[in-house]
């Protein structure tokens, strides 16, 4: 029943956020431009790269409140507490670093031609403070996630996303359109968020919460054997991830940087589509191994595993197939379509294939031994990040997109089945084929409807994007009804409802 709830949860509050965001993200690009908007897909990098700071605490936490909130909240409490004080001074470190140094950065590494040396430092400094605050609020975030409050977890997202999205629209709107206000926008929300989120998580932990300061350096250590791998994970995904990117913010012009970045934005909508059923179905995962429970376990993982492919496929091949139109339709921009579709094809089906190879993470994540997690991901880093760095200083974004891809595959095709056999052994069949039949059913959905559809180019903008996301719906659809668990889902889910 929790795992319904969150999961419920989960969606609500990822759909709501995911749909303001698809509708007002594409009009900062009509009010700010390809530039300004370049420097806001900046923002977005940069909060990746340096999420890699968590230093796998957050996810420390959420395993903890999982396994042990409830059972000892006096460690549980003073676990939180110490790490209040860490993420405190990685904050202080973080906007320092583009305080102090976005000066260099606006001069040294963005290419400019509109926006003025003096704004782009304002900018730098407080993307730098934003990033900060949002990296501590994670600390909050997991532990709501890891003691199952994932209700309470996205009221508050879709509060905090209702004023960041179409707040920042209306300041665009009716007051000004300079970029530099719309980031002091961006902090004032952030830390806004911040505090209520921890005033949230300290009702929400089984013993009560001391305001004063803690730091149990023995709490910290326990756990940081896990953290420590998974902060290098983080870090080796980065760069997996993000590495080209990186590059491309230097060798691109901002303008060219703000279509990569819309690009690479519409993929998002594969890991938010992804999300809500990942955060519900680890903490179920951890719990059932934890307590011995082998068939519930494997029960779960499958049929997580089917309903995870049910949403991701239509989504990744929706994306995918309809590139040049959804890329056109979105930012408005005929330009932006035809220099994009390419891309955003080759990294929406590599953004697809992640997702679903997350399945052998969640393995290793529940045994808590992530060791091969890491000898894996420094040998896919040594591999994969000479090729993508020579192609994204020659330019070249189209080749870095398709390598990236080929990449995700042979993570999937490659180390997926030795992972499950050292950890599930006789999963791994079992997880190909509830991938396989949801997969084929999108793939089938959507080339029919394009073809049928036709030319989406003289349609407007609302049109084509409502033609796009309608032609998802129904591989979705399509994928639901020939799937007995998905359909028996539906039927327990609206049984649950009919108690409201």
Not at 65 to 85: C, D, H, I, R
Not at 342 to 363: N, P, V
Not at 393 to 422: C, E, M, Q
Not at 442 to 454: E, H, N, P, R, T
Request: net charge positive; charged share 10%.
């Amino acid at each position: 029943m929790a795992l319904r709830t969150n999961t419920l949860a989960n969606y609500a509050g990822t759909a709501y956020s995911a749909i303001i965001a698809v509708l007002v993200v594409p009009l900062y690009f009509q009010h700010l431009g390809p530039e300004a908007y370049g420097l806001v897909g900046f923002f977005s990098l940069a909060q990746a790269w340096l999420n890699v700071l968590d230093l796998g605490l957050s996810q420390l936490t959420a395993r903890t409140a999982a396994t042990k909130g409830y059972q000892e909240p006096q460690n549980f409490v003073l676990l939180v507490k110490s790490l209040e004080l860490v993420f405190f001074v990685v904050f202080l470190c973080i906007s320092g670093f583009f305080f102090f140094g976005g000066k260099i950065i606006a001069e040294e590494w963005l290419i400019a031609s509109n926006l003025d040396l003096n704004s782009l430092t304002d900018c730098l400094a407080l993307i730098g403070a934003t990033i900060g605050l949002r990296l501590w609020m994670s600390l909050y975030k997991s532990t709501l996630v890891g003691l199952e409050r994932q209700i309470i977890l996205n009221i508050m997202i879709s509060i905090s996303s209702t004023a960041r999205y179409p707040g920042s629209l209306v300041l665009l709107t009716c007051f000004t359109t300079d970029v530099v206000v719309f980031f002091y926008y961006q902090l004032a929300i952030s830390a806004i968020e911040l505090l209520l989120l921890a005033v949230i998580s300290y009702r929400q932990i089984p013993k009560k919460m001391p305001l004063r300061p803690l730091f149990s350096l023995p709490s910290v250590m326990e756990g940081l054997p896990f953290a420590g791998t998974i902060a290098f994970s983080s870090l080796v995904s980065i760069l997996l991830v993000q590495f080209d990117k990186l590059i491309f913010s230097k060798t691109l012009t901002l303008a060219e940087f703000g279509y990569l970045s819309a690009a690479t934005f519409i993929t998002t909508a594969i890991f938010q589509a992804a999300g809500p059923i990942s955060q519900a179905l680890l903490p179920r995962l951890t719990a059932l191994f934890s307590s011995g429970e082998e068939a519930g376990f494997r029960a779960a993982y499958l049929n997580g595993a089917e309903l995870f492919c049910i949403v991701i496929a239509p989504v990744t091949f929706t994306i995918a197939i309809f590139s040049q139109p959804l890329l056109q339709a979105w930012t408005g921009s005929y330009e932006a379509g035809l220099w994009g579709k390419d891309i955003l094809f080759w990294y929406a089906l590599g953004s697809g294939t992640m997702a679903l190879s997350s399945f052998h993470y969640f393995l290793q994540y529940v045994h808590g031994k992530m060791r091969l997690h890491v000898i894996w991901l420094s040998f896919s880093a040594l591999l994969q990040t000479p090729v993508l760095a020579s192609l994204a200083i020659s330019g070249n974004v189209k080749d870095a997109a398709l390598t990236w891809f080929l990449f995700r595959i042979a993570d999937v095709l490659l180390w997926s089945p030795y992972i499950h056999k050292v950890f599930a052994p006789g999963l791994y069949h079992s997880l190909l084929f509830r991938f396989l039949k949801p997969i084929s059913i999108s793939i089938i959905v959507l080339i029919f409807l394009q073809w049928w559809i036709g030319s989406l180019d003289g349609l407007s903008r609302p049109m084509a994007s409502f033609t796009i996301v309608s032609s998802g719906c129904i591989a979705l659809l399509f994928c639901i009804l020939l799937s007995p668990f998905a359909r028996h889902q539906i039927k327990q889910t609206i049984g649950f409802l009919n108690y409201f």
